[in-house]
Nanobody
């Protein structure tokens, strides 16, 4: 069992930056691939970024590539999402998730554990 708690969301103007954190507790964090997903009002949850268990491989949705960076610190049991050049269309609830496979994936159904989410609002 893995418990995930996101933090770092908030209100920011377009062009600004935020860094989300996801703190994990429970079973060995370093043996999980981690991902970030988001859900905007009235839309389905969508993949944002993922990182392998070592941090050596990362994947991004086309919509955030070049603006967002996912990273992890296994010593701190934490995964991060650095978000730069934010746009109003990035407004959503952001969720982190843990996948017991070692390699990262964009497929939502591979993730077994989810956090409660943190709201990110980007004003124009």
């Amino acid at each position: 069992q893995v418990q995930l708690v996101e933090s770092g969301g908030g209100l920011v103007q377009a062009g600004g930056s935020l860094r989300l954190s996801c703190a994990a507790s429970g079973r060995a964090f370093s043996s999980y691939a981690m991902g970030w997903f988001r859900q905007a009002p009235g839309k389905e949850r969508e993949f944002v970024a993922a990182i392998s268990w070592t941090g050596g491989n990362t994947y991004y949705a086309d919509s955030v590539k070049g603006r967002f960076t996912i990273s992890r610190d296994n010593a701190k049991n934490t995964v991060y999402l650095q978000m730069n050049s934010l746009k109003p269309e990035d407004t959503a609830v952001y969720y982190c998730a843990a996948d017991p496979a070692l390699e990262a994936t964009m497929w939502e159904n591979k993730y077994d554990y989810w956090g409660q989410g943190t709201q990110v609002t980007v004003s124009s």
